[in-house]
C-alpha cells in the first residue's frame, strides 16, 4: 500500500510558524510578537460587528460590494479595481498560484513577509531572496536578479520584519526597470501608519500600469486582525485573474460591516496613528539609550539589534523577556539571529519593555 503524496515541493515545505502567544507556567503573556495593534478597533466597528449575529445563517456577499464602495470612497478609488479577500495574505497567496509555477522564479527581499516565500515554494516555483539595503528593499539588487522567468515581484513597503521603507521615488524605479509582463506586487500592509513625506502606498502606479497590485488590510492600524479582512487594487486584468481563482465567499459575513465601519471612522484611525507614533518614537529613543541598534520604523513594531557577545544576544534577550511574561519575535530562521521585532504595546507595556532591557543591558539578569 503507498501512502497519498503530495507535490515533492511541497513535502520540504515548512508551514508558516506565528508569532508566539503562550509561555508556560505564565498565565497572562503580554503579546508583542504579531504586530496586532492594542489602540484597538473603532467602536462603530465592534458595534457593527456585534449586529451581525443574527445574520449568521447567511452567506456573505461574495463580492464585497458595499465594502469595495465604502473603500473607493473614503481613499477615493475606483470600487472596481478593488478585490476584498481574508485577510491580504489570502490575495498575495491568490497573486502566487495565479502567476507562478514550477520553472517559475518569485522575487522578494530576504528579510521580508516570510507568506511569499512559503506560497512561492506551495506552487512548485524558485524564491529568489535579495539582500536588503538598509533594511529595505534593494531596488539594483531586485533588477538585477530578474530574469527570463520572472513572474513576481514583492515588495513590502514598509518592510516587515525590519519596519523600513522605500521612497516613492525608488518604487517608480522599480517599477520603470521591470518588464511589463512581471506583477509588481506592492505589499503596503502598514500604509496607515507610515509618517515619511515620501511615502506612497501605490495607488497611482495602479491607475496608470498594467503590471501593479497594491495589497493593504485591515489588520493592522484598524485593528480588524481577528476577522481576517484585506484588500487588493490593482490593473483590471490582474483583479479578473484573482476573482476567478478566489473562494466565493472569501470575506466572512461578520467582516464585511465591521470593515465597513472601520474605514468610516477615519477619527479613529487618525488617533491610532497618532498613538502608534508617539509610541513608535519613544521606544525608538529609549532603546537606542541603552546602546542598541533600533532601525527606524514606519511600521506599529521597532525592530531591536542586539550585540553578538554573550550576555547580550538578541536570543538571551529574549530568554529574559520570555522568563518576564513579555513574548517579542525572535527570528533565527529568516537570518536574524541578532534582532527581536517588538510590537508597540500599551503605555505601560512599552515602558515594562524598556525596563527590562535596561536592566538586562546593565548587567547579568537572572537568565
Ligand atoms: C501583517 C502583514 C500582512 C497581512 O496581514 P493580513 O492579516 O493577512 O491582512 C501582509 N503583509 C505584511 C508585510 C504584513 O506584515
Known amino acids: 500500500m503507498t501512502a497519498p503524496k503530495a507535490h515533492d515541493w511541497i513535502l520540504d515545505l515548512a508551514a508558516y510558524v506565528p508569532g508566539r502567544a503562550k509561555i508556560e507556567g505564565i498565565e497572562n503573556p503580554v503579546k508583542l510578537s504579531s504586530n496586532e495593534s492594542v489602540f484597538g478597533a473603532?467602536?462603530?466597528?465592534?458595534?457593527?460587528?456585534?449586529?451581525?449575529?443574527?445574520?449568521?445563517?447567511?452567506?456573505?456577499?461574495?463580492?464585497?460590494?458595499?465594502?469595495?464602495?465604502?473603500?473607493?470612497?473614503?481613499?477615493?478609488?475606483?470600487?472596481?479595481?478593488?478585490?476584498?479577500?481574508?485577510?491580504?495574505?489570502?490575495?498575495?497567496?491568490?497573486?502566487?498560484?495565479?502567476?507562478?509555477?514550477?520553472?517559475?522564479?518569485?522575487?522578494?527581499?530576504?528579510?521580508?513577509?516570510?507568506?511569499?516565500?512559503?506560497?512561492?515554494?506551495?506552487?512548485?516555483?524558485?524564491?529568489?531572496?535579495?539582500?536588503?539595503?538598509?533594511?529595505?528593499?534593494?531596488?539594483?539588487?531586485?533588477?538585477?536578479?530578474?530574469?527570463?522567468?520572472?513572474?513576481?515581484?514583492?515588495?513590502d513597503n514598509p518592510n516587515n520584519p525590519t519596519g523600513a521603507y522605500l521612497s516613492w521615488s525608488e518604487i517608480e524605479r522599480l517599477h520603470a526597470g521591470l518588464r511589463s509582463d512581471i506583477v509588481l506586487v506592492l505589499d503596503a500592509a502598514y500604509a496607515e501608519c507610515v509618517t515619511a513625506d515620501d511615502y506612497h502606498s501605490g495607488e497611482k502606479l495602479v491607475e496608470r500600469a498594467d503590471n501593479v497590485i497594491m495589497t493593504r488590510t485591515f489588520s493592522k492600524m484598524y485593528a480588524l486582525a481577528g476577522l481576517r479582512v484585506g484588500w487588493a487594487y490593482g490593473a483590471p486584468s490582474i483583479i479578473d485573474i484573482l476573482n476567478r481563482i478566489r473562494m466565493p465567499f472569501n470575506v466572512c459575513l461578520p467582516g464585511q460591516p465591521a470593515a465597513i465601519a472601520a474605514v468610516k471612522d477615519q477619527a479613529h484611525l487618525k488617533a491610532a496613528v497618532e498613538f502608534n507614533t508617539e509610541w513608535r518614537d519613544w521606544l525608538t529613543a529609549s532603546l537606542a539609550a541603552l546602546g542598541l541598534d533600533v532601525v527606524p520604523s514606519q511600521t506599529n513594531f521597532v525592530l531591536i539589534g542586539f550585540p553578538e557577545e554573550a550576555p547580550f544576544t538578541a536570543e538571551l534577550a529574549n530568554q529574559f523577556l520570555t522568563k518576564n511574561g513579555f513574548l517579542l519575535r525572535w527570528l533565527p530562521g529568516q537570518g536574524l539571529a541578532s534582532h527581536l521585532r517588538l510590537s508597540i504595546g500599551t503605555p505601560e507595556q512599552n515602558r515594562a519593555v524598556v525596563s527590562l532591557l535596561t536592566e538586562f543591558m546593565n548587567g547579568s539578569p537572572e537568565a
Open 42 to 155: 473603532s467602536p462603530a466597528a465592534i458595534d457593527a460587528h456585534r449586529d451581525s449575529a443574527d445574520e449568521l445563517m447567511r452567506y456573505p456577499d461574495a463580492a464585497s460590494n458595499d465594502l469595495r464602495d465604502a473603500i473607493a470612497e473614503v481613499y477615493n478609488l475606483n470600487p472596481d479595481k478593488i478585490m476584498c479577500g481574508a485577510g491580504s495574505d489570502d490575495l498575495l497567496t491568490l497573486l502566487i498560484h495565479a502567476y507562478a509555477g514550477p520553472g517559475d522564479e518569485v522575487i522578494y527581499s530576504q528579510y521580508g513577509f516570510m507568506v511569499y516565500p512559503i506560497q512561492t515554494q506551495a506552487v512548485g516555483a524558485t524564491g529568489i531572496a535579495v539582500p536588503n539595503k538598509n533594511w529595505g528593499a534593494d531596488v539594483d539588487g531586485i533588477l538585477e536578479a530578474v530574469t527570463a522567468d520572472t513572474k513576481l515581484v514583492f515588495v
